[in-house]
């Protein structure tokens, strides 16, 4: 297994080579990732599961949380050779590790730099709240798209 160390990432981001994935078979990564599909279809200008760099997000998922693994191959098993699930099947038969492999296939998604940019999503930016105006500041910046967004609750009959 060859690790790759890249200038400017803090050694818990680590990433494996992105042609393959360590901690799964191809056979597991196919599997999972047509499971992605089927949890990510696209649509509304979004790619589906399978046209994001979705196995660079597992791997580097699966670097961070190694316990995540297990539920990820078993899920493969489960799946192995099967078209024929539903996505309602899975998660009633299987509930924990369909939560654990969601959580898996949804955040390696969403670490794709596309997907990102189509939702307008800045990376994280390390802000200093050692001042009282530095906190409001950011208070402001979290609030904003709420109030100009407006009330989204609806009006009860009483």
């Not at 494996?16 to 056979?27: D, F, G, I, R």
């Not at 654990?100 to 596309?114: I, K, M, Q």
């Not at 009282?132 to 709420?146: F, I």
């Amino acid at each position: 297994m060859t690790r790759l160390w890249n200038k400017g990432f803090r050694e818990h981001e680590r990433t494996l080579e992105m042609t393959k994935t360590a901690y799964l078979t191809q056979q597991e990564q196919e599997i999972l990732v047509r499971l992605g599909d089927l949890l990510i279809p696209g649509g509304a200008g979004m790619p589906k599961a399978s046209a994001s760099n979705l196995l660079s997000g597992i791997q580097r998922i699966l670097n961070i949380r190694p316990d995540l693994v297990d539920a990820a191959t078993e899920m493969a098993g489960i799946l192995d050779g099967s078209n024929s699930w539903t996505v309602e099947e899975i998660r009633a038969v299987y509930p924990t590790r369909f939560l654990e492999v969601a959580e898996l296939l949804a955040g390696s998604y969403f670490l794709d730099a596309r997907v990102t940019g189509i939702l307008d999503y800045l990376d994280k930016e390390t802000i200093p709240l050692d001042s009282e105006e530095n906190r409001n500041a950011e208070l402001e910046v979290l609030v904003k798209p709420v109030v100009e967004r407006g009330s989204v609750f609806r009006k009860t009959c009483s």
